[in-house]
């Protein structure tokens, strides 16, 4: 069990990330690491993080809302599915090895930063509102059960799915991101929790911390508009293909 100190760390560990992951998603990037670090096991480390992570995913949703950034209608369809799409990848991992889609994920990061810089997205006014609702759902039950399944670039895809397919804004993207993002960490949480596998102790001061980074990352996305979380999402996705590839490269794959 890591000592007073190391927990300290990890929560300043925790504070960048939720900075970071309220902007352009990819907070586990800094958390999962450190917390493996800290030498926790697999599923305690994934377990505890998510025990730490739905407090700035929370966080980010409440301040977008407070500054009138979320679409309510669209999540009131995107957060159950969200939900249900967490829960089910949650139970599949159980069942299947999720280090097969590392180099799945790879190629889609890469395809996804290269159509966030080179396409243009439609604007949302030109989509039915039915349309947009359909297609919002489909994103969020399909990346919901990816990260309840794996995990690594759930915010990113959800910006780029948004900004591309339903045609929103990077700003407004980030925020309806949230939303499912909230919803898949809830998800995999109540699970890990009934397995009684998140560790409470590293994870409330993670929280803590997390909850703070949450408000600050969205605070800036909101003042920064679309360039910065733009070039967040491109940075957060190259930093993202980078651990994954050396990831294979360590597993020997």
């Known amino acids: 069990m890591p000592d007073a100190f190391t927990i300290a760390l990890l929560a ?43 407090w700035g995913s929370g966080a980010a949703m409440l301040t977008f809302w407070r500054h009138g950034r979320l679409d309510l ?6 957060f159950p599915l969200g ?44 989509h039915p509102v039915a349309h947009r609702l359909a297609k919002a759902g489909a994103i969020a039950l399909v990346i919901g059960a990816y990260d309840g399944f794996f995990g690594p670039g759930t ?16 700003t407004a993207a980030t925020a309806d991101a949230k939303v499912v993002n909230f919803a898949s960490n809830c998800a995999a949480l109540t699970l890990f929790a009934i397995e009684r596998r998140v560790i409470w102790r590293i994870a409330l001061p993670m929280a803590a911390a997390q909850l ?38 360590v597993s020997g794959w």
């Open 155 to 170: 915010g990113t895809f959800l910006i780029v799915g948004f900004v591309v397919i339903c045609g929103e804004t990077p």
């Open 73 to 78: 209608d669209k999540a009131r369809v995107t």
């Open 212 to 249: 703070c980074g949450g408000f600050l990352g969205a605070k800036l996305a909101v003042k920064g508009g679309a360039r910065l979380v733009r070039g967040m999402v491109v940075v957060v996705s190259l930093a993202l293909c980078a651990k994954l590839a050396r990831d294979l490269y």
């Open 12 to 54: 300043v560990a925790a504070l960048g990330a939720g900075t970071v992951d309220a902007i352009a998603g990819g907070g586990g990037l800094i958390t999962v690491p450190a917390l493996l670090a800290a030498g926790l096991p697999t599923h305690a480390a994934l377990a505890t993080n998510k025990g730490q992570s739905v």
């Open 83 to 126: 939900l249900l799409g967490a829960c089910g990848g949650t139970a599949a991992v159980l069942a299947v090895s999720p280090d097969a889609l590392r180099p799945i994920v790879i190629g889609m990061l890469v395809f996804a930063v290269v159509v966030l810089l080179v396409r243009k997205p439609e604007r949302a006014s030109d």
